[in-house]
């Protein structure tokens, strides 16, 4: 079996990286031309920072093919777009593809988000698809909104290098009843009575989902963190089965509502999402809600823990929230193993653990 998952590795790591933006539907293409410069200034960040005099360079290029050859260091990107207003009820995510070596993203002057590190403590992230969810409360819809990426190049190929950039929306997100994106509140530093509805959470730091907790400046932290929500449900939800939609989540997960632990990560192993040959993180989690446990005349609170044993970490990839049950048999039909993987069952009777 390992000889097998060798031969295969490539191609559905390859497969894997790719799955999140074959999902996205593009509001705002974000390919070619964007304005440039070297050098490091922070009021570059700026919405209303005048880069009339900057040189424009295409994006899905290094900039060493564009006249910057041998330049390695600091450099900006900058880019000023219009969202139409009919998007205001979505969350909107920048998708950036990949970034050689490390990148700060804003959106309006504001830090959205964070892949790498930068010098004295550099860590390359040249490998990675980048992805930001936007916070609703940034976007000017209808209007101008501004991209600024600062990013940093240790050697050889540097910047927007990646094949498509897009700002655009998870179509994943019209099968669900509830759309639970967005702000929560998280904490690495928590007790089990955080599991209680009534849990003050209000010191806890604000965190979006989906994406990693790295690219929102919780760098190189692996281990347990936990992820807290309050929602109120519609009463035309009531008397329908519904489940609950986690994404995935890396590495490991429990979900309660409302106080009740509801599903684990072991308990997707032996479902139609639950392929676990290439590691938890890939599956998408979905567990159904006891009957009765939702209260529809007020509020109920997720938590989801996880457990993270090194990379990225945190609930990245959409979508998250709740869905009834005709909604996720749409889902699971799309998304199970035998969609990613079409001879993984035969493989495993010749190749058992």
Request: glycine content about 10%.
């Amino acid at each position: 079996m390992k000889s097998f998952r060798i031969i295969y590795f490539g191609l559905f790591l390859f497969l894997m990286n790719q799955s999140i933006f074959c999902q996205i539907y593009p509001v705002v293409p974000l390919d070619g031309y964007w304005k440039f410069n070297i050098g490091d200034h922070p009021e570059w960040a700026a919405k209303d920072f005048d880069d009339s005099e900057w040189d424009q360079i295409k994006a899905t290029s290094s900039w060493e093919n564009q006249g910057y050859v041998e330049y390695n260091g600091y450099a900006w990107y900058r880019k000023t777009i219009h969202i139409p207003g009919d998007v205001q009820q979505r969350q909107l995510y920048l998708y950036l593809d990949r970034i050689d070596d490390v990148n700060e993203t804003y959106f309006n002057g504001t830090l959205i988000g964070q892949t790498g590190l930068f010098p004295p403590q550099f860590e390359t992230a040249y490998n990675i698809q980048v992805a930001y969810p936007i916070p609703s409360h940034l976007i000017q819809y209808g209007g101008n909104n501004t991209i600024a990426i600062r990013v940093y190049d240790d050697g050889e190929e540097g910047g927007l290098v990646g094949t498509e950039l897009k700002l655009g929306y998870d179509t994943n997100t019209q099968l669900l009843a509830l759309d639970l994106s967005g702000q929560w509140k998280f904490s690495f530093y928590y007790t089990l009575s955080c599991l209680k509805p009534d849990f003050n959470d209000t010191e806890w730091d604000n965190i979006i989902v989906p994406s990693t907790w790295e690219s929102q400046g919780y760098n190189n932290y692996d281990g347990q963190a936990c992820y807290r929500k309050t929602f109120t449900l519609d009463k035309a939800l009531q008397g329908k089965t519904l489940y609950f939609i986690g994404g995935k989540i890396d590495d490991k997960d429990q979900v309660f509502i409302n106080g009740k632990l509801i599903g684990s990560t072991e308990k997707m192993y032996k479902t139609p999402l639950g392929n676990s040959f290439w590691g938890d993180w890939q599956i998408r989690r979905a567990y159904p809600i006891p009957e009765g446990l939702l209260n529809f005349s007020g509020k109920n609170t997720v938590v989801v823990l996880v457990d993270d044993h090194g990379g990225m970490g945190g609930i990245f990839e959409g979508p998250v929230g709740l869905m009834t049950k005709k909604q996720y048999l749409q889902y699971e039909d799309k998304y199970e193993t035998e969609v990613w993987f079409p001879f993984q069952k035969f493989i495993r009777l010749l190749f058992p653990d």
